[in-house]
């Protein structure tokens, strides 16, 4: 198993579920983050948004995606805000969907969190308990 199988499978489901803390509080919310080249999922937000602070305070998120077949994969990891534009273009070229919502990854309203993966999971439909893909 690798992570090209992770990879398909976020490009597939096309929406993830982030999972953050807010004091004792889970907060999850629908996102379209990507897999960048180099493993770390890629996803774009509002700089007014909750999670940012709550990304601050806790980096610790989980993030689930479901395809259409009900399999599903879990990464867990540490989240942060990143300025790097290299990595902005690279989720801008990825992400189609962010063009309704920004005007390119200048834009200043485009917030970057970059998720470092510690540990991933999947479930295909059918499995009795979850597969740990290799992160490399």
């Not at 629908?30 to 770390?40: F, H, L, N, S």
């Not at 259409?68 to 300025?83: D, F, M, P, T």
């Not at 200048?106 to 893909?133: C, H, Q, W």
Request: hydrophobic residues 45%.
């Amino acid at each position: 198993m690798s992570l090209d199988i992770i990879r398909q499978m976020i490009f597939e489901a096309g929406m993830g579920y982030l999972a953050t803390c807010d004091a004792d509080q889970p907060r999850v919310r629908a996102m379209m983050p990507v897999m960048g080249d180099d493993g770390r999922l890629l996803a774009a937000t509002f700089p007014s948004t909750k999670k940012i602070g709550q990304i601050a305070k806790n980096p610790k998120v989980e993030v689930c995606f479901v395809d259409r077949k009900l399999s599903h994969c879990r990464i867990e990891g540490k989240a942060s805000v990143s300025q790097d534009q290299a990595l902005k273009e690279e989720l801008w070229n990825k992400q189609m969907m962010l063009r309704q919502f920004f005007s390119g990854p200048e834009d200043p309203a485009f917030i970057l969190i970059v998720i470092v993966p510690s540990r991933i999971s999947l479930m295909n439909i059918g499995d009795k308990g979850y597969t740990e893909v290799p992160l490399a």
